[in-house]
């Protein structure tokens, strides 16, 4: 792979990760509570706190895989 192509990869991630990040800012504004969802972990104590989004990494796992399967559909015919 040539230079060209490298800085076409990594444009066209940075321009993923910006939709990706707008989606997630609109999600907040609309009131989705990301990683407040029924079924993430919240831990406290006294002296310690620990806080895992379960429900939010499984709906987040589930949103991405439907998203990259439509786009391998769309590429590859």
């Given at each position: 792979?040539?230079?060209?192509?490298?800085?076409?990869w990594i444009v066209l991630?940075?321009?993923?990760?910006?939709?990706?990040?707008?989606?997630?800012?609109?999600?907040?504004?609309?009131?989705?509570?990301?990683?407040?969802?029924?079924?993430?972990?919240?831990?406290?104590?006294?002296?310690?706190?620990?806080?895992?989004?379960?429900?939010?990494?499984?709906?987040?796992?589930?949103?991405?895989?439907?998203?990259?399967?439509?786009?391998?559909?769309?590429?590859?015919?």
């Amino acid at each position: 792979m040539d230079v060209a192509g490298v800085g076409k990869w990594i444009v066209l991630t940075g321009l993923v990760m910006v939709v990706i990040g707008s989606a997630i800012w609109l999600a907040g504004r609309t009131g989705l509570p990301l990683g407040r969802l029924p079924g993430d972990l919240n831990i406290q104590r006294e002296r310690f706190s620990f806080h895992f989004p379960v429900a939010t990494c499984i709906l987040a796992s589930i949103a991405l895989t439907l998203l990259i399967n439509l786009l391998l559909r769309m590429f590859h015919k």
